[in-house]
């Protein structure tokens, strides 16, 4: 008989026996979810005399926050960028796959494609929570097509675009519609670009740099206009020089406006970065890291020939080139993978490690109040971890979607 | 009276929790006999509640029926302050046991009708049927709850104005600012703990000492409210060595000579050995 009746008609569930990650560390807490989301205990015993209906024995777990993709291109053998007539299957298909990795929400990416896949493939899905069916939409990221030609690594030189119309011009040309998109990434050294990402921030878009020759005063007027974000630190830009950093210099810039973090997508699977580098960043920046799986058709798959957008790539071992090239065109590690490597390159503690998948990329798109954290009010995605940070289960809007087998 | 002198801080809230858990456990408390424990909140009672918590952890005992009635709150304080005596309840003892929020009691600081809220208090003790066992703390000054100096002995639960000494002794909770600190409480009355069947007092550390030895080796005063607890039938004082600081080794000697009679309370009783 849960006394709470007055308030909700919802069960109560206590996740007991576990240690959960909030205000920046692991503490020796229960979890209490009504509604989907994560209810103030104190509150609940004081104003409603209420308590819970239903308990579940982490066993000692950790919970963190659901993990956030905000860079995944497909897996599974499904690519986003391929056309296709039923895109959403596909979508729910790598979703449900990746729950098993902690994913709780995430950001389909499609790389650079010809004006027809965007007009196809965009209207096709919408930004929708997630749940037993698979990890939630939080829109798309656009990478390309107004990137730099020098820079566009996998991306296919013959589908790159420039702001030639004078910006949203292009921008609505190529992409059609702007109703599920979460994420842009552009070149900020492209002409015409500033208005765009004004305009993109106007509309709530998060603009990321990348795929760029940009310099670090470039980067720094596309940041004052609104560009939070950088694509893959390290990869496809300009390599760090100290007379000019490049993007890379927005790390530890002095011109990134007060009260604002410009963050970065570092893809911690131990081939795209090397630890050495990923340690520079995550000492020079913590706060601004976030980890991105960047993962490809092929992340889930066994080795061999894959498709990635409108080129084919091969996979060996760990590795993902260009088919018959040695240029590397997205990752195939998963993003408990990642946070396992990132926490072990860099040294760092759980808690950070974990938040670089959750809070980080929840505070670049501006979700703070409800994902990305398990302050009271949020919802309860969450991830169980052991203290190796293997998941163990996985909940969307506290619903148990993901268990690992006994 | 009793006196228990334990070494140090640790052993007193192990006795201390022991005591109650015997108390409990032999009360055999079930859905139509529920046990009514008095608590008090202060850095004295923290290392009882701890084993509290883990005897309860351990399954040893349970608060499905127990009800309890805590000695005071602020006045004006939110109750989700986290210096509130509702906040201090929560984090220290309620969210880690299995009591119902229904078989808790605290005075309700922001009540529309102070003087109402205290009344029903005491009406709720005696709905209970009375309290069995009142754990108290006391200040150096020698308060119980917030019955500062100069309360009456005979006193209900009341609004009380703090004393001085008390305000500047709570400032290292507000930020050490005086103006934050409330300066007004809800409060059982010395009467109302004197009510209970019995009676247990915690006191330790060096700085208490003076205050042991008022409430134990003088006369009854207002002055030093604990000093009331000389004339209820049923007292428990549980200290340690370093509070024991003003006593007359006479005094000392006397109860210490005796802890192999009052350590037997402690000792684990039948139900619970049978189980283990």
């Known amino acids: ?406 | 009276m009793k006196l228990i002198i334990l070494n140090d801080y640790d052993e007193a809230s192990e006795w201390a929790a022991k005591y109650i858990r015997n108390k409990i456990l032999l009360f055999t408390p079930g859905p139509d006999r529920y046990f009514t424990l008095g608590l008090p909140t202060g850095s004295t009672p923290m290392g009882c509640y701890k084993k509290l918590i883990e005897y309860y952890k351990m399954g040893h005992i349970s608060f499905q029926y127990v009800k309890t009635f805590n000695m005071d709150e602020y006045v004006g304080l939110p109750r989700d302050h986290p210096e509130s005596y509702h906040s201090f309840m929560w984090n220290h003892f309620f969210k880690h046991i299995d009591i119902k929020a229904e078989n808790t009691h605290i005075l309700d600081g922001n009540a529309a009708d102070l003087q109402a809220e205290c009344a029903a208090f005491e009406d709720k003790i005696t709905a209970a049927g009375g309290i069995e066992l009142f754990v108290g703390g006391i200040g150096p000054d020698g308060h119980i709850a917030f019955n500062e100096p100069g309360s009456s002995l005979a006193s209900r639960t009341r609004v009380k104005t703090l004393a001085k000494d008390t305000i500047i002794a709570n400032a290292r909770f507000f930020d050490g600012d005086l103006s934050k600190v409330p300066t007004m409480s809800l409060t059982v009355g010395v009467g109302t703990v004197m009510d209970a069947k019995e009676v247990m007092i915690l006191i330790t550390g060096a700085h208490k000492a003076f205050a042991l030895y008022k409430a134990i080796e003088e006369g009854v005063n207002h002055m030093w409210t604990v000093s009331a607890f000389q004339q209820h039938p049923q007292t428990v004082f549980v200290c340690d060595e370093d509070a024991t600081l003003e006593l007359r080794v006479k005094t000392v000697k006397y109860f210490k000579g005796m802890m192999h009679v009052h350590n037997k309370l402690v000792e684990p009783p039948p139900s619970l050995l049978k189980r283990n």
Not at chain 1, 354 to 374: C, D, I, M, R
């Open chain 1, 1 to 406: 008989m849960p006394s709470n009746k007055s308030v909700s008609d919802a069960s109560i569930t206590q996740f007991i026996n576990c240690r959960i990650l909030r205000e920046h560390q692991l503490q020796r807490e229960d979890l209490w979810v009504r509604d989907g989301r994560i209810l103030d205990p104190e509150k609940l015993f004081f104003d409603e005399q209420g308590y819970a209906d239903e308990r579940v024995n982490c066993e000692g777990s950790i919970i963190a926050p659901g993990f956030i993709d905000v860079q995944i291109n497909g897996g599974y053998g499904i690519d986003f960028s391929q056309i296709s007539e039923d895109v959403s299957s596909g979508l729910s298909f790598v979703s449900k796959k990746i729950l098993q990795h902690g994913v709780t929400s995430f950001c389909p990416t499609l790389v650079t494609s010809p004006p027809a896949v965007y007009h196809k493939v965009l209207p096709q899905v919408k930004v929708h929570d997630g749940g037993r069916g698979g990890a939630g939409v939080l829109g798309f990221h656009l990478e390309g097509p107004f990137i730099s030609v020098e820079k566009k690594g996998a991306h296919p030189e013959s589908f790159l675009r420039t702001f030639q119309a004078g910006g949203m011009e292009d921008l609505m040309e190529a992409y059609g519609s702007l109703d599920s998109v979460a994420m842009v990434t552009l070149a900020p050294e492209l002409a015409g670009s500033q208005s765009v990402v004004r305009e993109l921030c106007r509309r709530g878009i998060t603009v990321s740099l990348g795929h760029s020759v940009a310099n670090l005063s470039q980067a720094e007027e596309a940041v004052h206009h609104g560009a939070s974000f950088i694509t893959h630190l390290f990869n496809a830009m300009l390599p760090f020089h100290h007379r000019d950093p490049g993007i890379v210099g927005l790390l530890t810039s002095d011109r990134v406006p007060s009260g604002r973090t410009v963050y970065y997508g570092m893809i911690a699977d131990g081939i795209h970065t090397n630890p050495a580098a990923l340690r520079i960043a995550h000492r020079a920046h913590p706060s601004g890291l976030v980890l991105v799986t960047d993962a490809i058709t092929a992340m889930g798959l066994p080795p061999g020939r894959h498709t990635l957008g409108q080129q084919v790539v091969e996979i060996q071992g760990l590795h993902a080139y260009v088919a018959g090239t040695t240029t590397l065109c997205g990752s195939i590690a998963t993003m408990d993978m990642c946070v396992r490597h990132f926490k072990q390159a860099a040294g760092c503690s759980v808690e950070e490690a974990l938040e670089a998948a959750s809070l980080h990329p929840a505070q670049l798109l501006g979700l703070v109040h409800k994902k990305g954290n398990l302050d009271y009010g949020s919802d309860a995605d969450l991830v169980l971890l052991d203290d190796a940070l293997n998941v163990k289960a996985t909940f969307i809007s506290g619903e148990e979607v993901w268990r690992k087998e006994p």
